[in-house]
């Protein structure tokens, strides 16, 4: 059985030194750690901490009822060490990531030529639009199989075009409303 109590001083240290870290840096933009090795997908050390504490208080529990099995403590144990190396892991590279430059913000298109690019796919939607319906009036009375099949084709290829332009055009307008949205 490890010394429980050595890790226990070692997460008193840690939980002083992410709750720093969390006043000073705040959440995270994703969870720092992986679901198999934490259950709570914090965006911040100290509930972390809290959860290695918890699993150390839950062994010490199991031993003092006498419920401690050897295969469980000993995974208990692996985990709660590999957790408290990620913590520790995450605090050392702080100040690493902290002199990192900052990724330059990326180039963004005014949003004039946003509204022209929205416009010019209005057109080619209202363009492809009524291809796609002459085509099928002209299917609709054609006399010969090699003519529909041709008219089919054509059809087909003017629906994808079309789908595609669609899809564009809703890019363009979802681009549009977040820009917009932020200002």
């Known amino acids: 059985m490890p010394d ?17 870290t969390d006043r000073k840096r705040g959440e995270a933009s994703r969870p720092l750690f992986d679901e198999q090795l934490f259950f709570c997908r914090s965006k911040l050390l100290t509930p972390c901490v809290d959860e290695v504490r918890n699993e150390i208080k839950a062994l010490r529990n199991e031993r003092k009822a006498g419920k401690l099995q050897a295969s469980r403590t000993q995974h208990i144990c692996e985990k709660v060490i590999a957790q408290i190396q990620a913590i520790q892991r995450e605090l050392a590279t702080l100040q690493i990531r902290r002199n990192e430059p ?8 005014p949003i004039h030529e946003m509204y022209q690019d929205l416009a010019q796919h209005q057109d080619w939607e209202r363009r492809l639009a009524a291809m796609q319906r002459d085509k099928e009036m002209l299917l609709n009375r054609c006399t010969t199989l090699a003519e529909q099949q041709k008219l089919q084709k054509e059809v087909l290829a003017l629906e994808g075009r079309l789908n595609r332009c669609r899809t564009a055009l809703g890019k363009i307008e979802k681009e549009i409303s977040q820009r917009e949205r932020k200002g």
């Open 4 to 20: 429980l109590k050595r890790l226990e001083n070692i997460l008193d240290q840690l939980a002083q030194q992410a709750a720093q």
């Open 102 to 109: 900052r990724r330059q913000q990326s180039w963004r298109r």
